[in-house]
Each structure stands twice: as structure tokens, then as C-alpha cells.
């Protein structure tokens, strides 16, 4: 069965450190792989998207994504964070040939100043 | 600019009384998807719809309607709204299935 897991509900980092939101997923066939963001008493927005070629994505406000195969992750981050930068996001997932986007239950990113 | 419009932001109604969200986009896109909201449960797809009087059901359609007559509109509709869809709804639109979607700013139903 398609998933995707986020294993952490929170991450707390420091302004200026790097930042890391973890993402993995489990699919038959090839994923198409994103990431979103949601601002308080917003919707989501879109970061970015791996549906295939390099495996280190790059998307909006500096955020990148490592799509690695072998340990069936898609990593979200970024090298310097910003107090801006706090919000929840969420990975989602589509699977082949599978019309369905499977989303993850989201990760609340704190940034402290 | 490139919008997904949602009305009203927020509702407070009684069990039973009829009411409809509206969505519009300005985007011209052909895909688009109700969703909910819940603490826990992340985001639910209730409805979608491909293109113009196409429409099917998502994950958790029970108790919601839809149309989608023009391509810019996709309403959602609660007949007779009951407590258990108090929740933040949030419309999406998206070129076609697969791409990146736009999200309005949500609606926040409490249904009493």
C-alpha cells in the first residue's frame, strides 16, 4: 500500500542553523514526491516537486529536497533557517500510475531567534 | 494575481441548516479538490474534479455534495451539516492532476 510518514510531529531549530523535515514513503513504481508549506491561517503553498532526473530538487525560499531511492526518502531543507520559516509542512505523495495524492500528517517547524 | 477564492472565511451554523462554500479560481485550471482539515488527521480529500461536470469522490465524501458547472467554480455543498464536519476546509486547483495545486485560505465550518 502507498504511504507516506512524517516521524516527526515537531522540530525545533535555532535561526541561522540548518533544518531538516523529514519525509519517507513507501510506493510500488516510480513516486512523484512534493512539498508544502502552511502559514498560520493559510492555505498551503507550494515548495517543490521530484518527479524525476536530479536527485537534489531545489524549490521556493531557498528549500531543497534529496529524493534518495534506497532508503525511500524525500527530505526537505534548507541550509539557514529563519524565524520565517516556522510553519507546518507537509510531504505528499503519487504513486505510478495510482490517481491518488497521499498526503502526510505534516511536521510544525519552530524556528527560534 | 493567481487565485483560489473561498467564501465565507468562516461559519458558524446549526445541525441541519443547508450551506455552500464557494470556491473560484482564476487560473484556468482544469483540476480541482475540496479537502479537509482536522487536528491528527492531517488533510482529507472529500471531492475532486478533473474538468467541467466531472467530479468524483475522495476519502471522505459522506455528507457533501458537489458541482463543478464552469471550469472557474466548484462549490461544496452540505445538505443537512452535522457536528462531525466541524473542520477547516480548504480548496485547491491545479493545471491538471499531478501538478502543483493553489490553495485558498481555508473556511473554518462549526456546525453546532
Known amino acids: 500500500a502507498q504511504s507516506v510518514a512524517q516521524p516527526e510531529d515537531q522540530v525545533n531549530v535555532a535561526e541561522g542553523n540548518p533544518l531538516t523535515v523529514k519525509c519517507t514513503y513507501s510506493?510500488?513504481?516510480?513516486?512523484?514526491l512534493f512539498w508544502y508549506v502552511q502559514y498560520p491561517n493559510r492555505g498551503l503553498q507550494f515548495l517543490l516537486k521530484y518527479i524525476t532526473g536530479d536527485n537534489l530538487v531545489k524549490g521556493s525560499y531557498g528549500f531543497e529536497a534529496e529524493f534518495n531511492k534506497s532508503q525511500t526518502s524525500f527530505h526537505l531543507k534548507k541550509p539557514s533557517a529563519l524565524v520565517s520559516d516556522s510553519a507546518l509542512y507537509f510531504c505528499a505523495l503519487i504513486a505510478g500510475n495510482n490517481r491518488k495524492l497521499i498526503w502526510g500528517l505534516g511536521t510544525s517547524l519552530a524556528v527560534n531567534p | 494575481e493567481a487565485q483560489v477564492t473561498q467564501n465565507p472565511r468562516y461559519l458558524i451554523t446549526v445541525t441541519g441548516k443547508k450551506l455552500t462554500v464557494t470556491c473560484s479560481q482564476n487560473m484556468n485550471h482544469e483540476y480541482m479538490s475540496w479537502y479537509r482539515q482536522d487536528p491528527g488527521l492531517g488533510l482529507r480529500q472529500i471531492y475532486y474534479?478533473?474538468?467541467?461536470?466531472?467530479?468524483d469522490k475522495g476519502d471522505v465524501p459522506e455528507g457533501y455534495k458537489v458541482s463543478r458547472k464552469e471550469k472557474r467554480n466548484f462549490p461544496l455543498i452540505l445538505e443537512s451539516p452535522s457536528p462531525n464536519q466541524t473542520s477547516l476546509y480548504f480548496c485547491?486547483?491545479?493545471?491538471?492532476?499531478?501538478?502543483?495545486?493553489?490553495f485558498g485560505d481555508g473556511t473554518r465550518l462549526s456546525i453546532l
Open positions: 485547491a486547483s491545479s493545471q491538471g492532476f499531478g501538478q502543483p495545486q493553489h
Open positions: 510506493v510500488s513504481g516510480n513516486p512523484y
Open positions: 474534479s478533473m474538468n467541467v461536470e466531472v467530479t
